[in-house]
């Protein structure tokens, strides 16, 4: 068996590199608009377990006639929002986009710095006061900031979702326009880096004031129960309860739950309704832009951020996940449709992924037997510290921990005298002894190592020095701050980094599923191929040949 391993392996690299030539020697027309779907903290048994119940227009539609990568993983830590976003769409790692964490600690500034945090701008729109916004903080290029360049600034790229970092930062530095909600006012706004004021087909839909309607509606199951049979029941305990609300159960009225449950309009990130208000916005889109309709190709990306704030607040065996993904089959439907009708059916390419997977409830995994725990950070950094002081002498020793990573107080290790490495490797030490943690690395061990698997590799894949600490720790598979309620995600476990990619468009293609093992970095390549682009700047992703050239989906199945 481990032989016939060994060469199935061999034979899948040599397929690869023989069809590669084939696939880069087509001159293949590019289509005219690219569409980026995300979909936040989606996992890739979402597609597999609720096949039978969408629609044949939607996720169905996508793998019927598109190419399935099942085999999809992110290559670094930690998986959470920002810095999934910057990798699809700049097709490399924190440790070169720089986006460490949705936000991290600055030495410098000594305070916390979000991740599209931007002194230099103002927020465009009717929104509520904030700071401003903008993809600076990326030190790469997108796909999209090289296509503009691609095609002498003629092709559009546009970028929208619930949340700012997952439009400013898939939108990159030179996109038209990047859009995101606020839950302040119900307002979908953008910043003075992309545009100086909102354009009038935004301003328009604001006033529609399309969140006000959906924020009146009640959530109820869409389907009879034989659709929700891979679920648990409505009535558990592994869910978080709105206020105004006794059980975590359907149906959820709205118009009562919103007033309890600020800001005014967060209802339509932890609802359904969400995908609904940003499908409209993108179908506005197509009717008031010119994306698709020229000789350039244009880049439309969207991600949807309700499946997200659903999974934390029910998780991924919840009826009301359940619910929210059938809705959002029927969205992708539309968004579908409505490319055909505008764009052409064969003028357009879409991908759709997700920033990152999930774990079980932890509470649910408890009481199953699995293995979980939970470990007090406080507690933790008081031990850390206190052993610190018993070491290196009496001091405040850590000027911060987080994202499970520790900065030391450098000042006062110079003062002091002491060497860096050594505090670092000290710390370390004391923290591989505590329960639940797996994995301890200082940062000069990670600059150093030449990792290429394990948490290690992954841990050093999300070092951008600037922004990193001096020592990173992973807590045990299923271990979290507590056994609670709600999905968890930032790990460097196969829960939070296996995620769904499905290709969809004219020479992909259609009806396959690729086993073979690839990152999320990959993609960015794999579209600038498809739009004859250039590589984002620091692209460390490879095409993906299944993608581009049948002759290079090797070791796939036909689906029935």
């Not at 087509?26 to 629609?55: E, H, S, W």
Request: aromatic share 10%; charged share 20%; net charge neutral.
């Amino acid at each position: 068996m481990k032989f016939f391993s060994i060469n199935r392996t061999l034979l899948l690299s040599t397929g690869l590199l023989l069809s590669a030539p084939l696939a880069f020697a087509q001159n293949r027309p590019a289509p005219k608009l690219l569409v980026g779907i995300m979909v936040d903290q989606m996992r890739p048994d979402y597609l597999t377990r609720f096949a039978n119940d969408f629609g044949p227009d939607g996720f169905n539609r996508l793998r019927r006639e598109g190419l399935e990568c099942r085999n999809t993983h992110y290559n670094y830590i930690p998986t959470v929002t920002g810095p999934g976003h910057s990798s699809v769409y700049t097709g490399t790692t924190p440790r070169y986009h720089g986006i460490v964490g949705n936000s991290w600690y600055s030495r410098q500034l000594r305070r916390d710095v979000y991740c599209t945090d931007d002194t230099t701008v103002t927020l465009v729109g009717p929104a509520t006061k904030g700071m401003g916004v903008s993809a600076r903080n990326q030190v790469s290029t997108t796909l999209g900031d090289e296509l503009k360049m691609t095609y002498g600034g003629r092709s559009r790229v546009l970028a929208m979702s619930l949340k700012d970092r997952a439009s400013a930062l898939p939108a990159g530095h030179m996109a038209d326009g990047a859009f995101w909600f606020d839950t302040g006012t119900g307002n979908f706004i953008s910043s003075t880096f992309y545009m100086p004021t909102l354009p009038a087909w935004v301003q328009s839909f604001n006033a529609q004031k399309k969140a006000d309607a959906y924020r009146s509606q009640t959530w109820t199951p869409l389907r009879g129960p034989e659709a929700y049979r891979n679920s648990l029941p409505d009535s558990n305990r592994y869910e978080r309860i709105f206020k105004g609300k006794t059980a975590a159960t359907f149906p959820y009225d709205l118009s009562k739950l919103a007033p309890q449950n600020p800001p005014p309009y967060e209802c339509m990130y932890t609802s359904p309704f969400g995908n609904n208000l940003l499908t409209d916005l993108a179908l506005t889109a197509l009717q008031n832009t010119d994306l698709g309709r020229d000789d350039v190709p244009d880049l439309l990306a969207i991600s949807y951020s309700s499946p997200d704030a659903v999974g934390h607040t029910f998780g991924p065996l919840s009826k009301e996940e359940n619910d929210l993904y059938l809705r959002l089959d029927l969205e992708l439907a539309r968004l579908l449709q409505a490319l055909d009708k505008t764009v052409g059916k064969g003028n357009y390419a879409v991908f759709l992924t997700a920033d990152h997977g999930a774990s079980e409830v932890t509470r649910y995994l408890a009481d199953h037997q699995a293995p979980v725990g939970a470990f007090s950070q406080a507690d933790l950094n008081k031990a850390a510290n206190a052993y610190l002081a018993a070491q290196l002498g009496p001091g405040q020793w850590i000027e911060a921990e987080r994202n499970h990573m520790y900065y030391l107080n450098r000042p006062l290790l110079a003062q002091r005298k002491l060497d860096l490495a050594h505090a670092q490797a000290v710390l370390a030490e004391f923290l591989r002894d505590q329960p639940g943690i797996a994995q301890v690395n200082t940062t000069t061990q990670l600059l150093n190592g030449g990792y290429t698997t394990g948490l290690e590799a992954r841990l050093q894949m999300g070092l951008y020095y600037p922004r990193f600490g001096d020592v990173r720790f992973e807590l045990l598979p299923g271990w979290t701050g507590d056994i609670g309620v709600g999905a968890s995600h930032g790990t460097g476990y196969a829960y939070d980094t296996h995620v769904p990619l499905l290709w969809w468009g004219p020479g992909i293609p259609a009806g396959v599923v690729s086993y073979a093992p690839h990152t999320i970095t990959d993609i960015a390549p794999t579209a600038a191929m498809l739009l004859n682009s250039k590589l984002p700047s620091a692209c460390t992703g490879q095409p993906i040949v299944e993608v581009l050239s049948p002759q290079g989906a090797v070791m796939q199945l036909k689906k029935k």
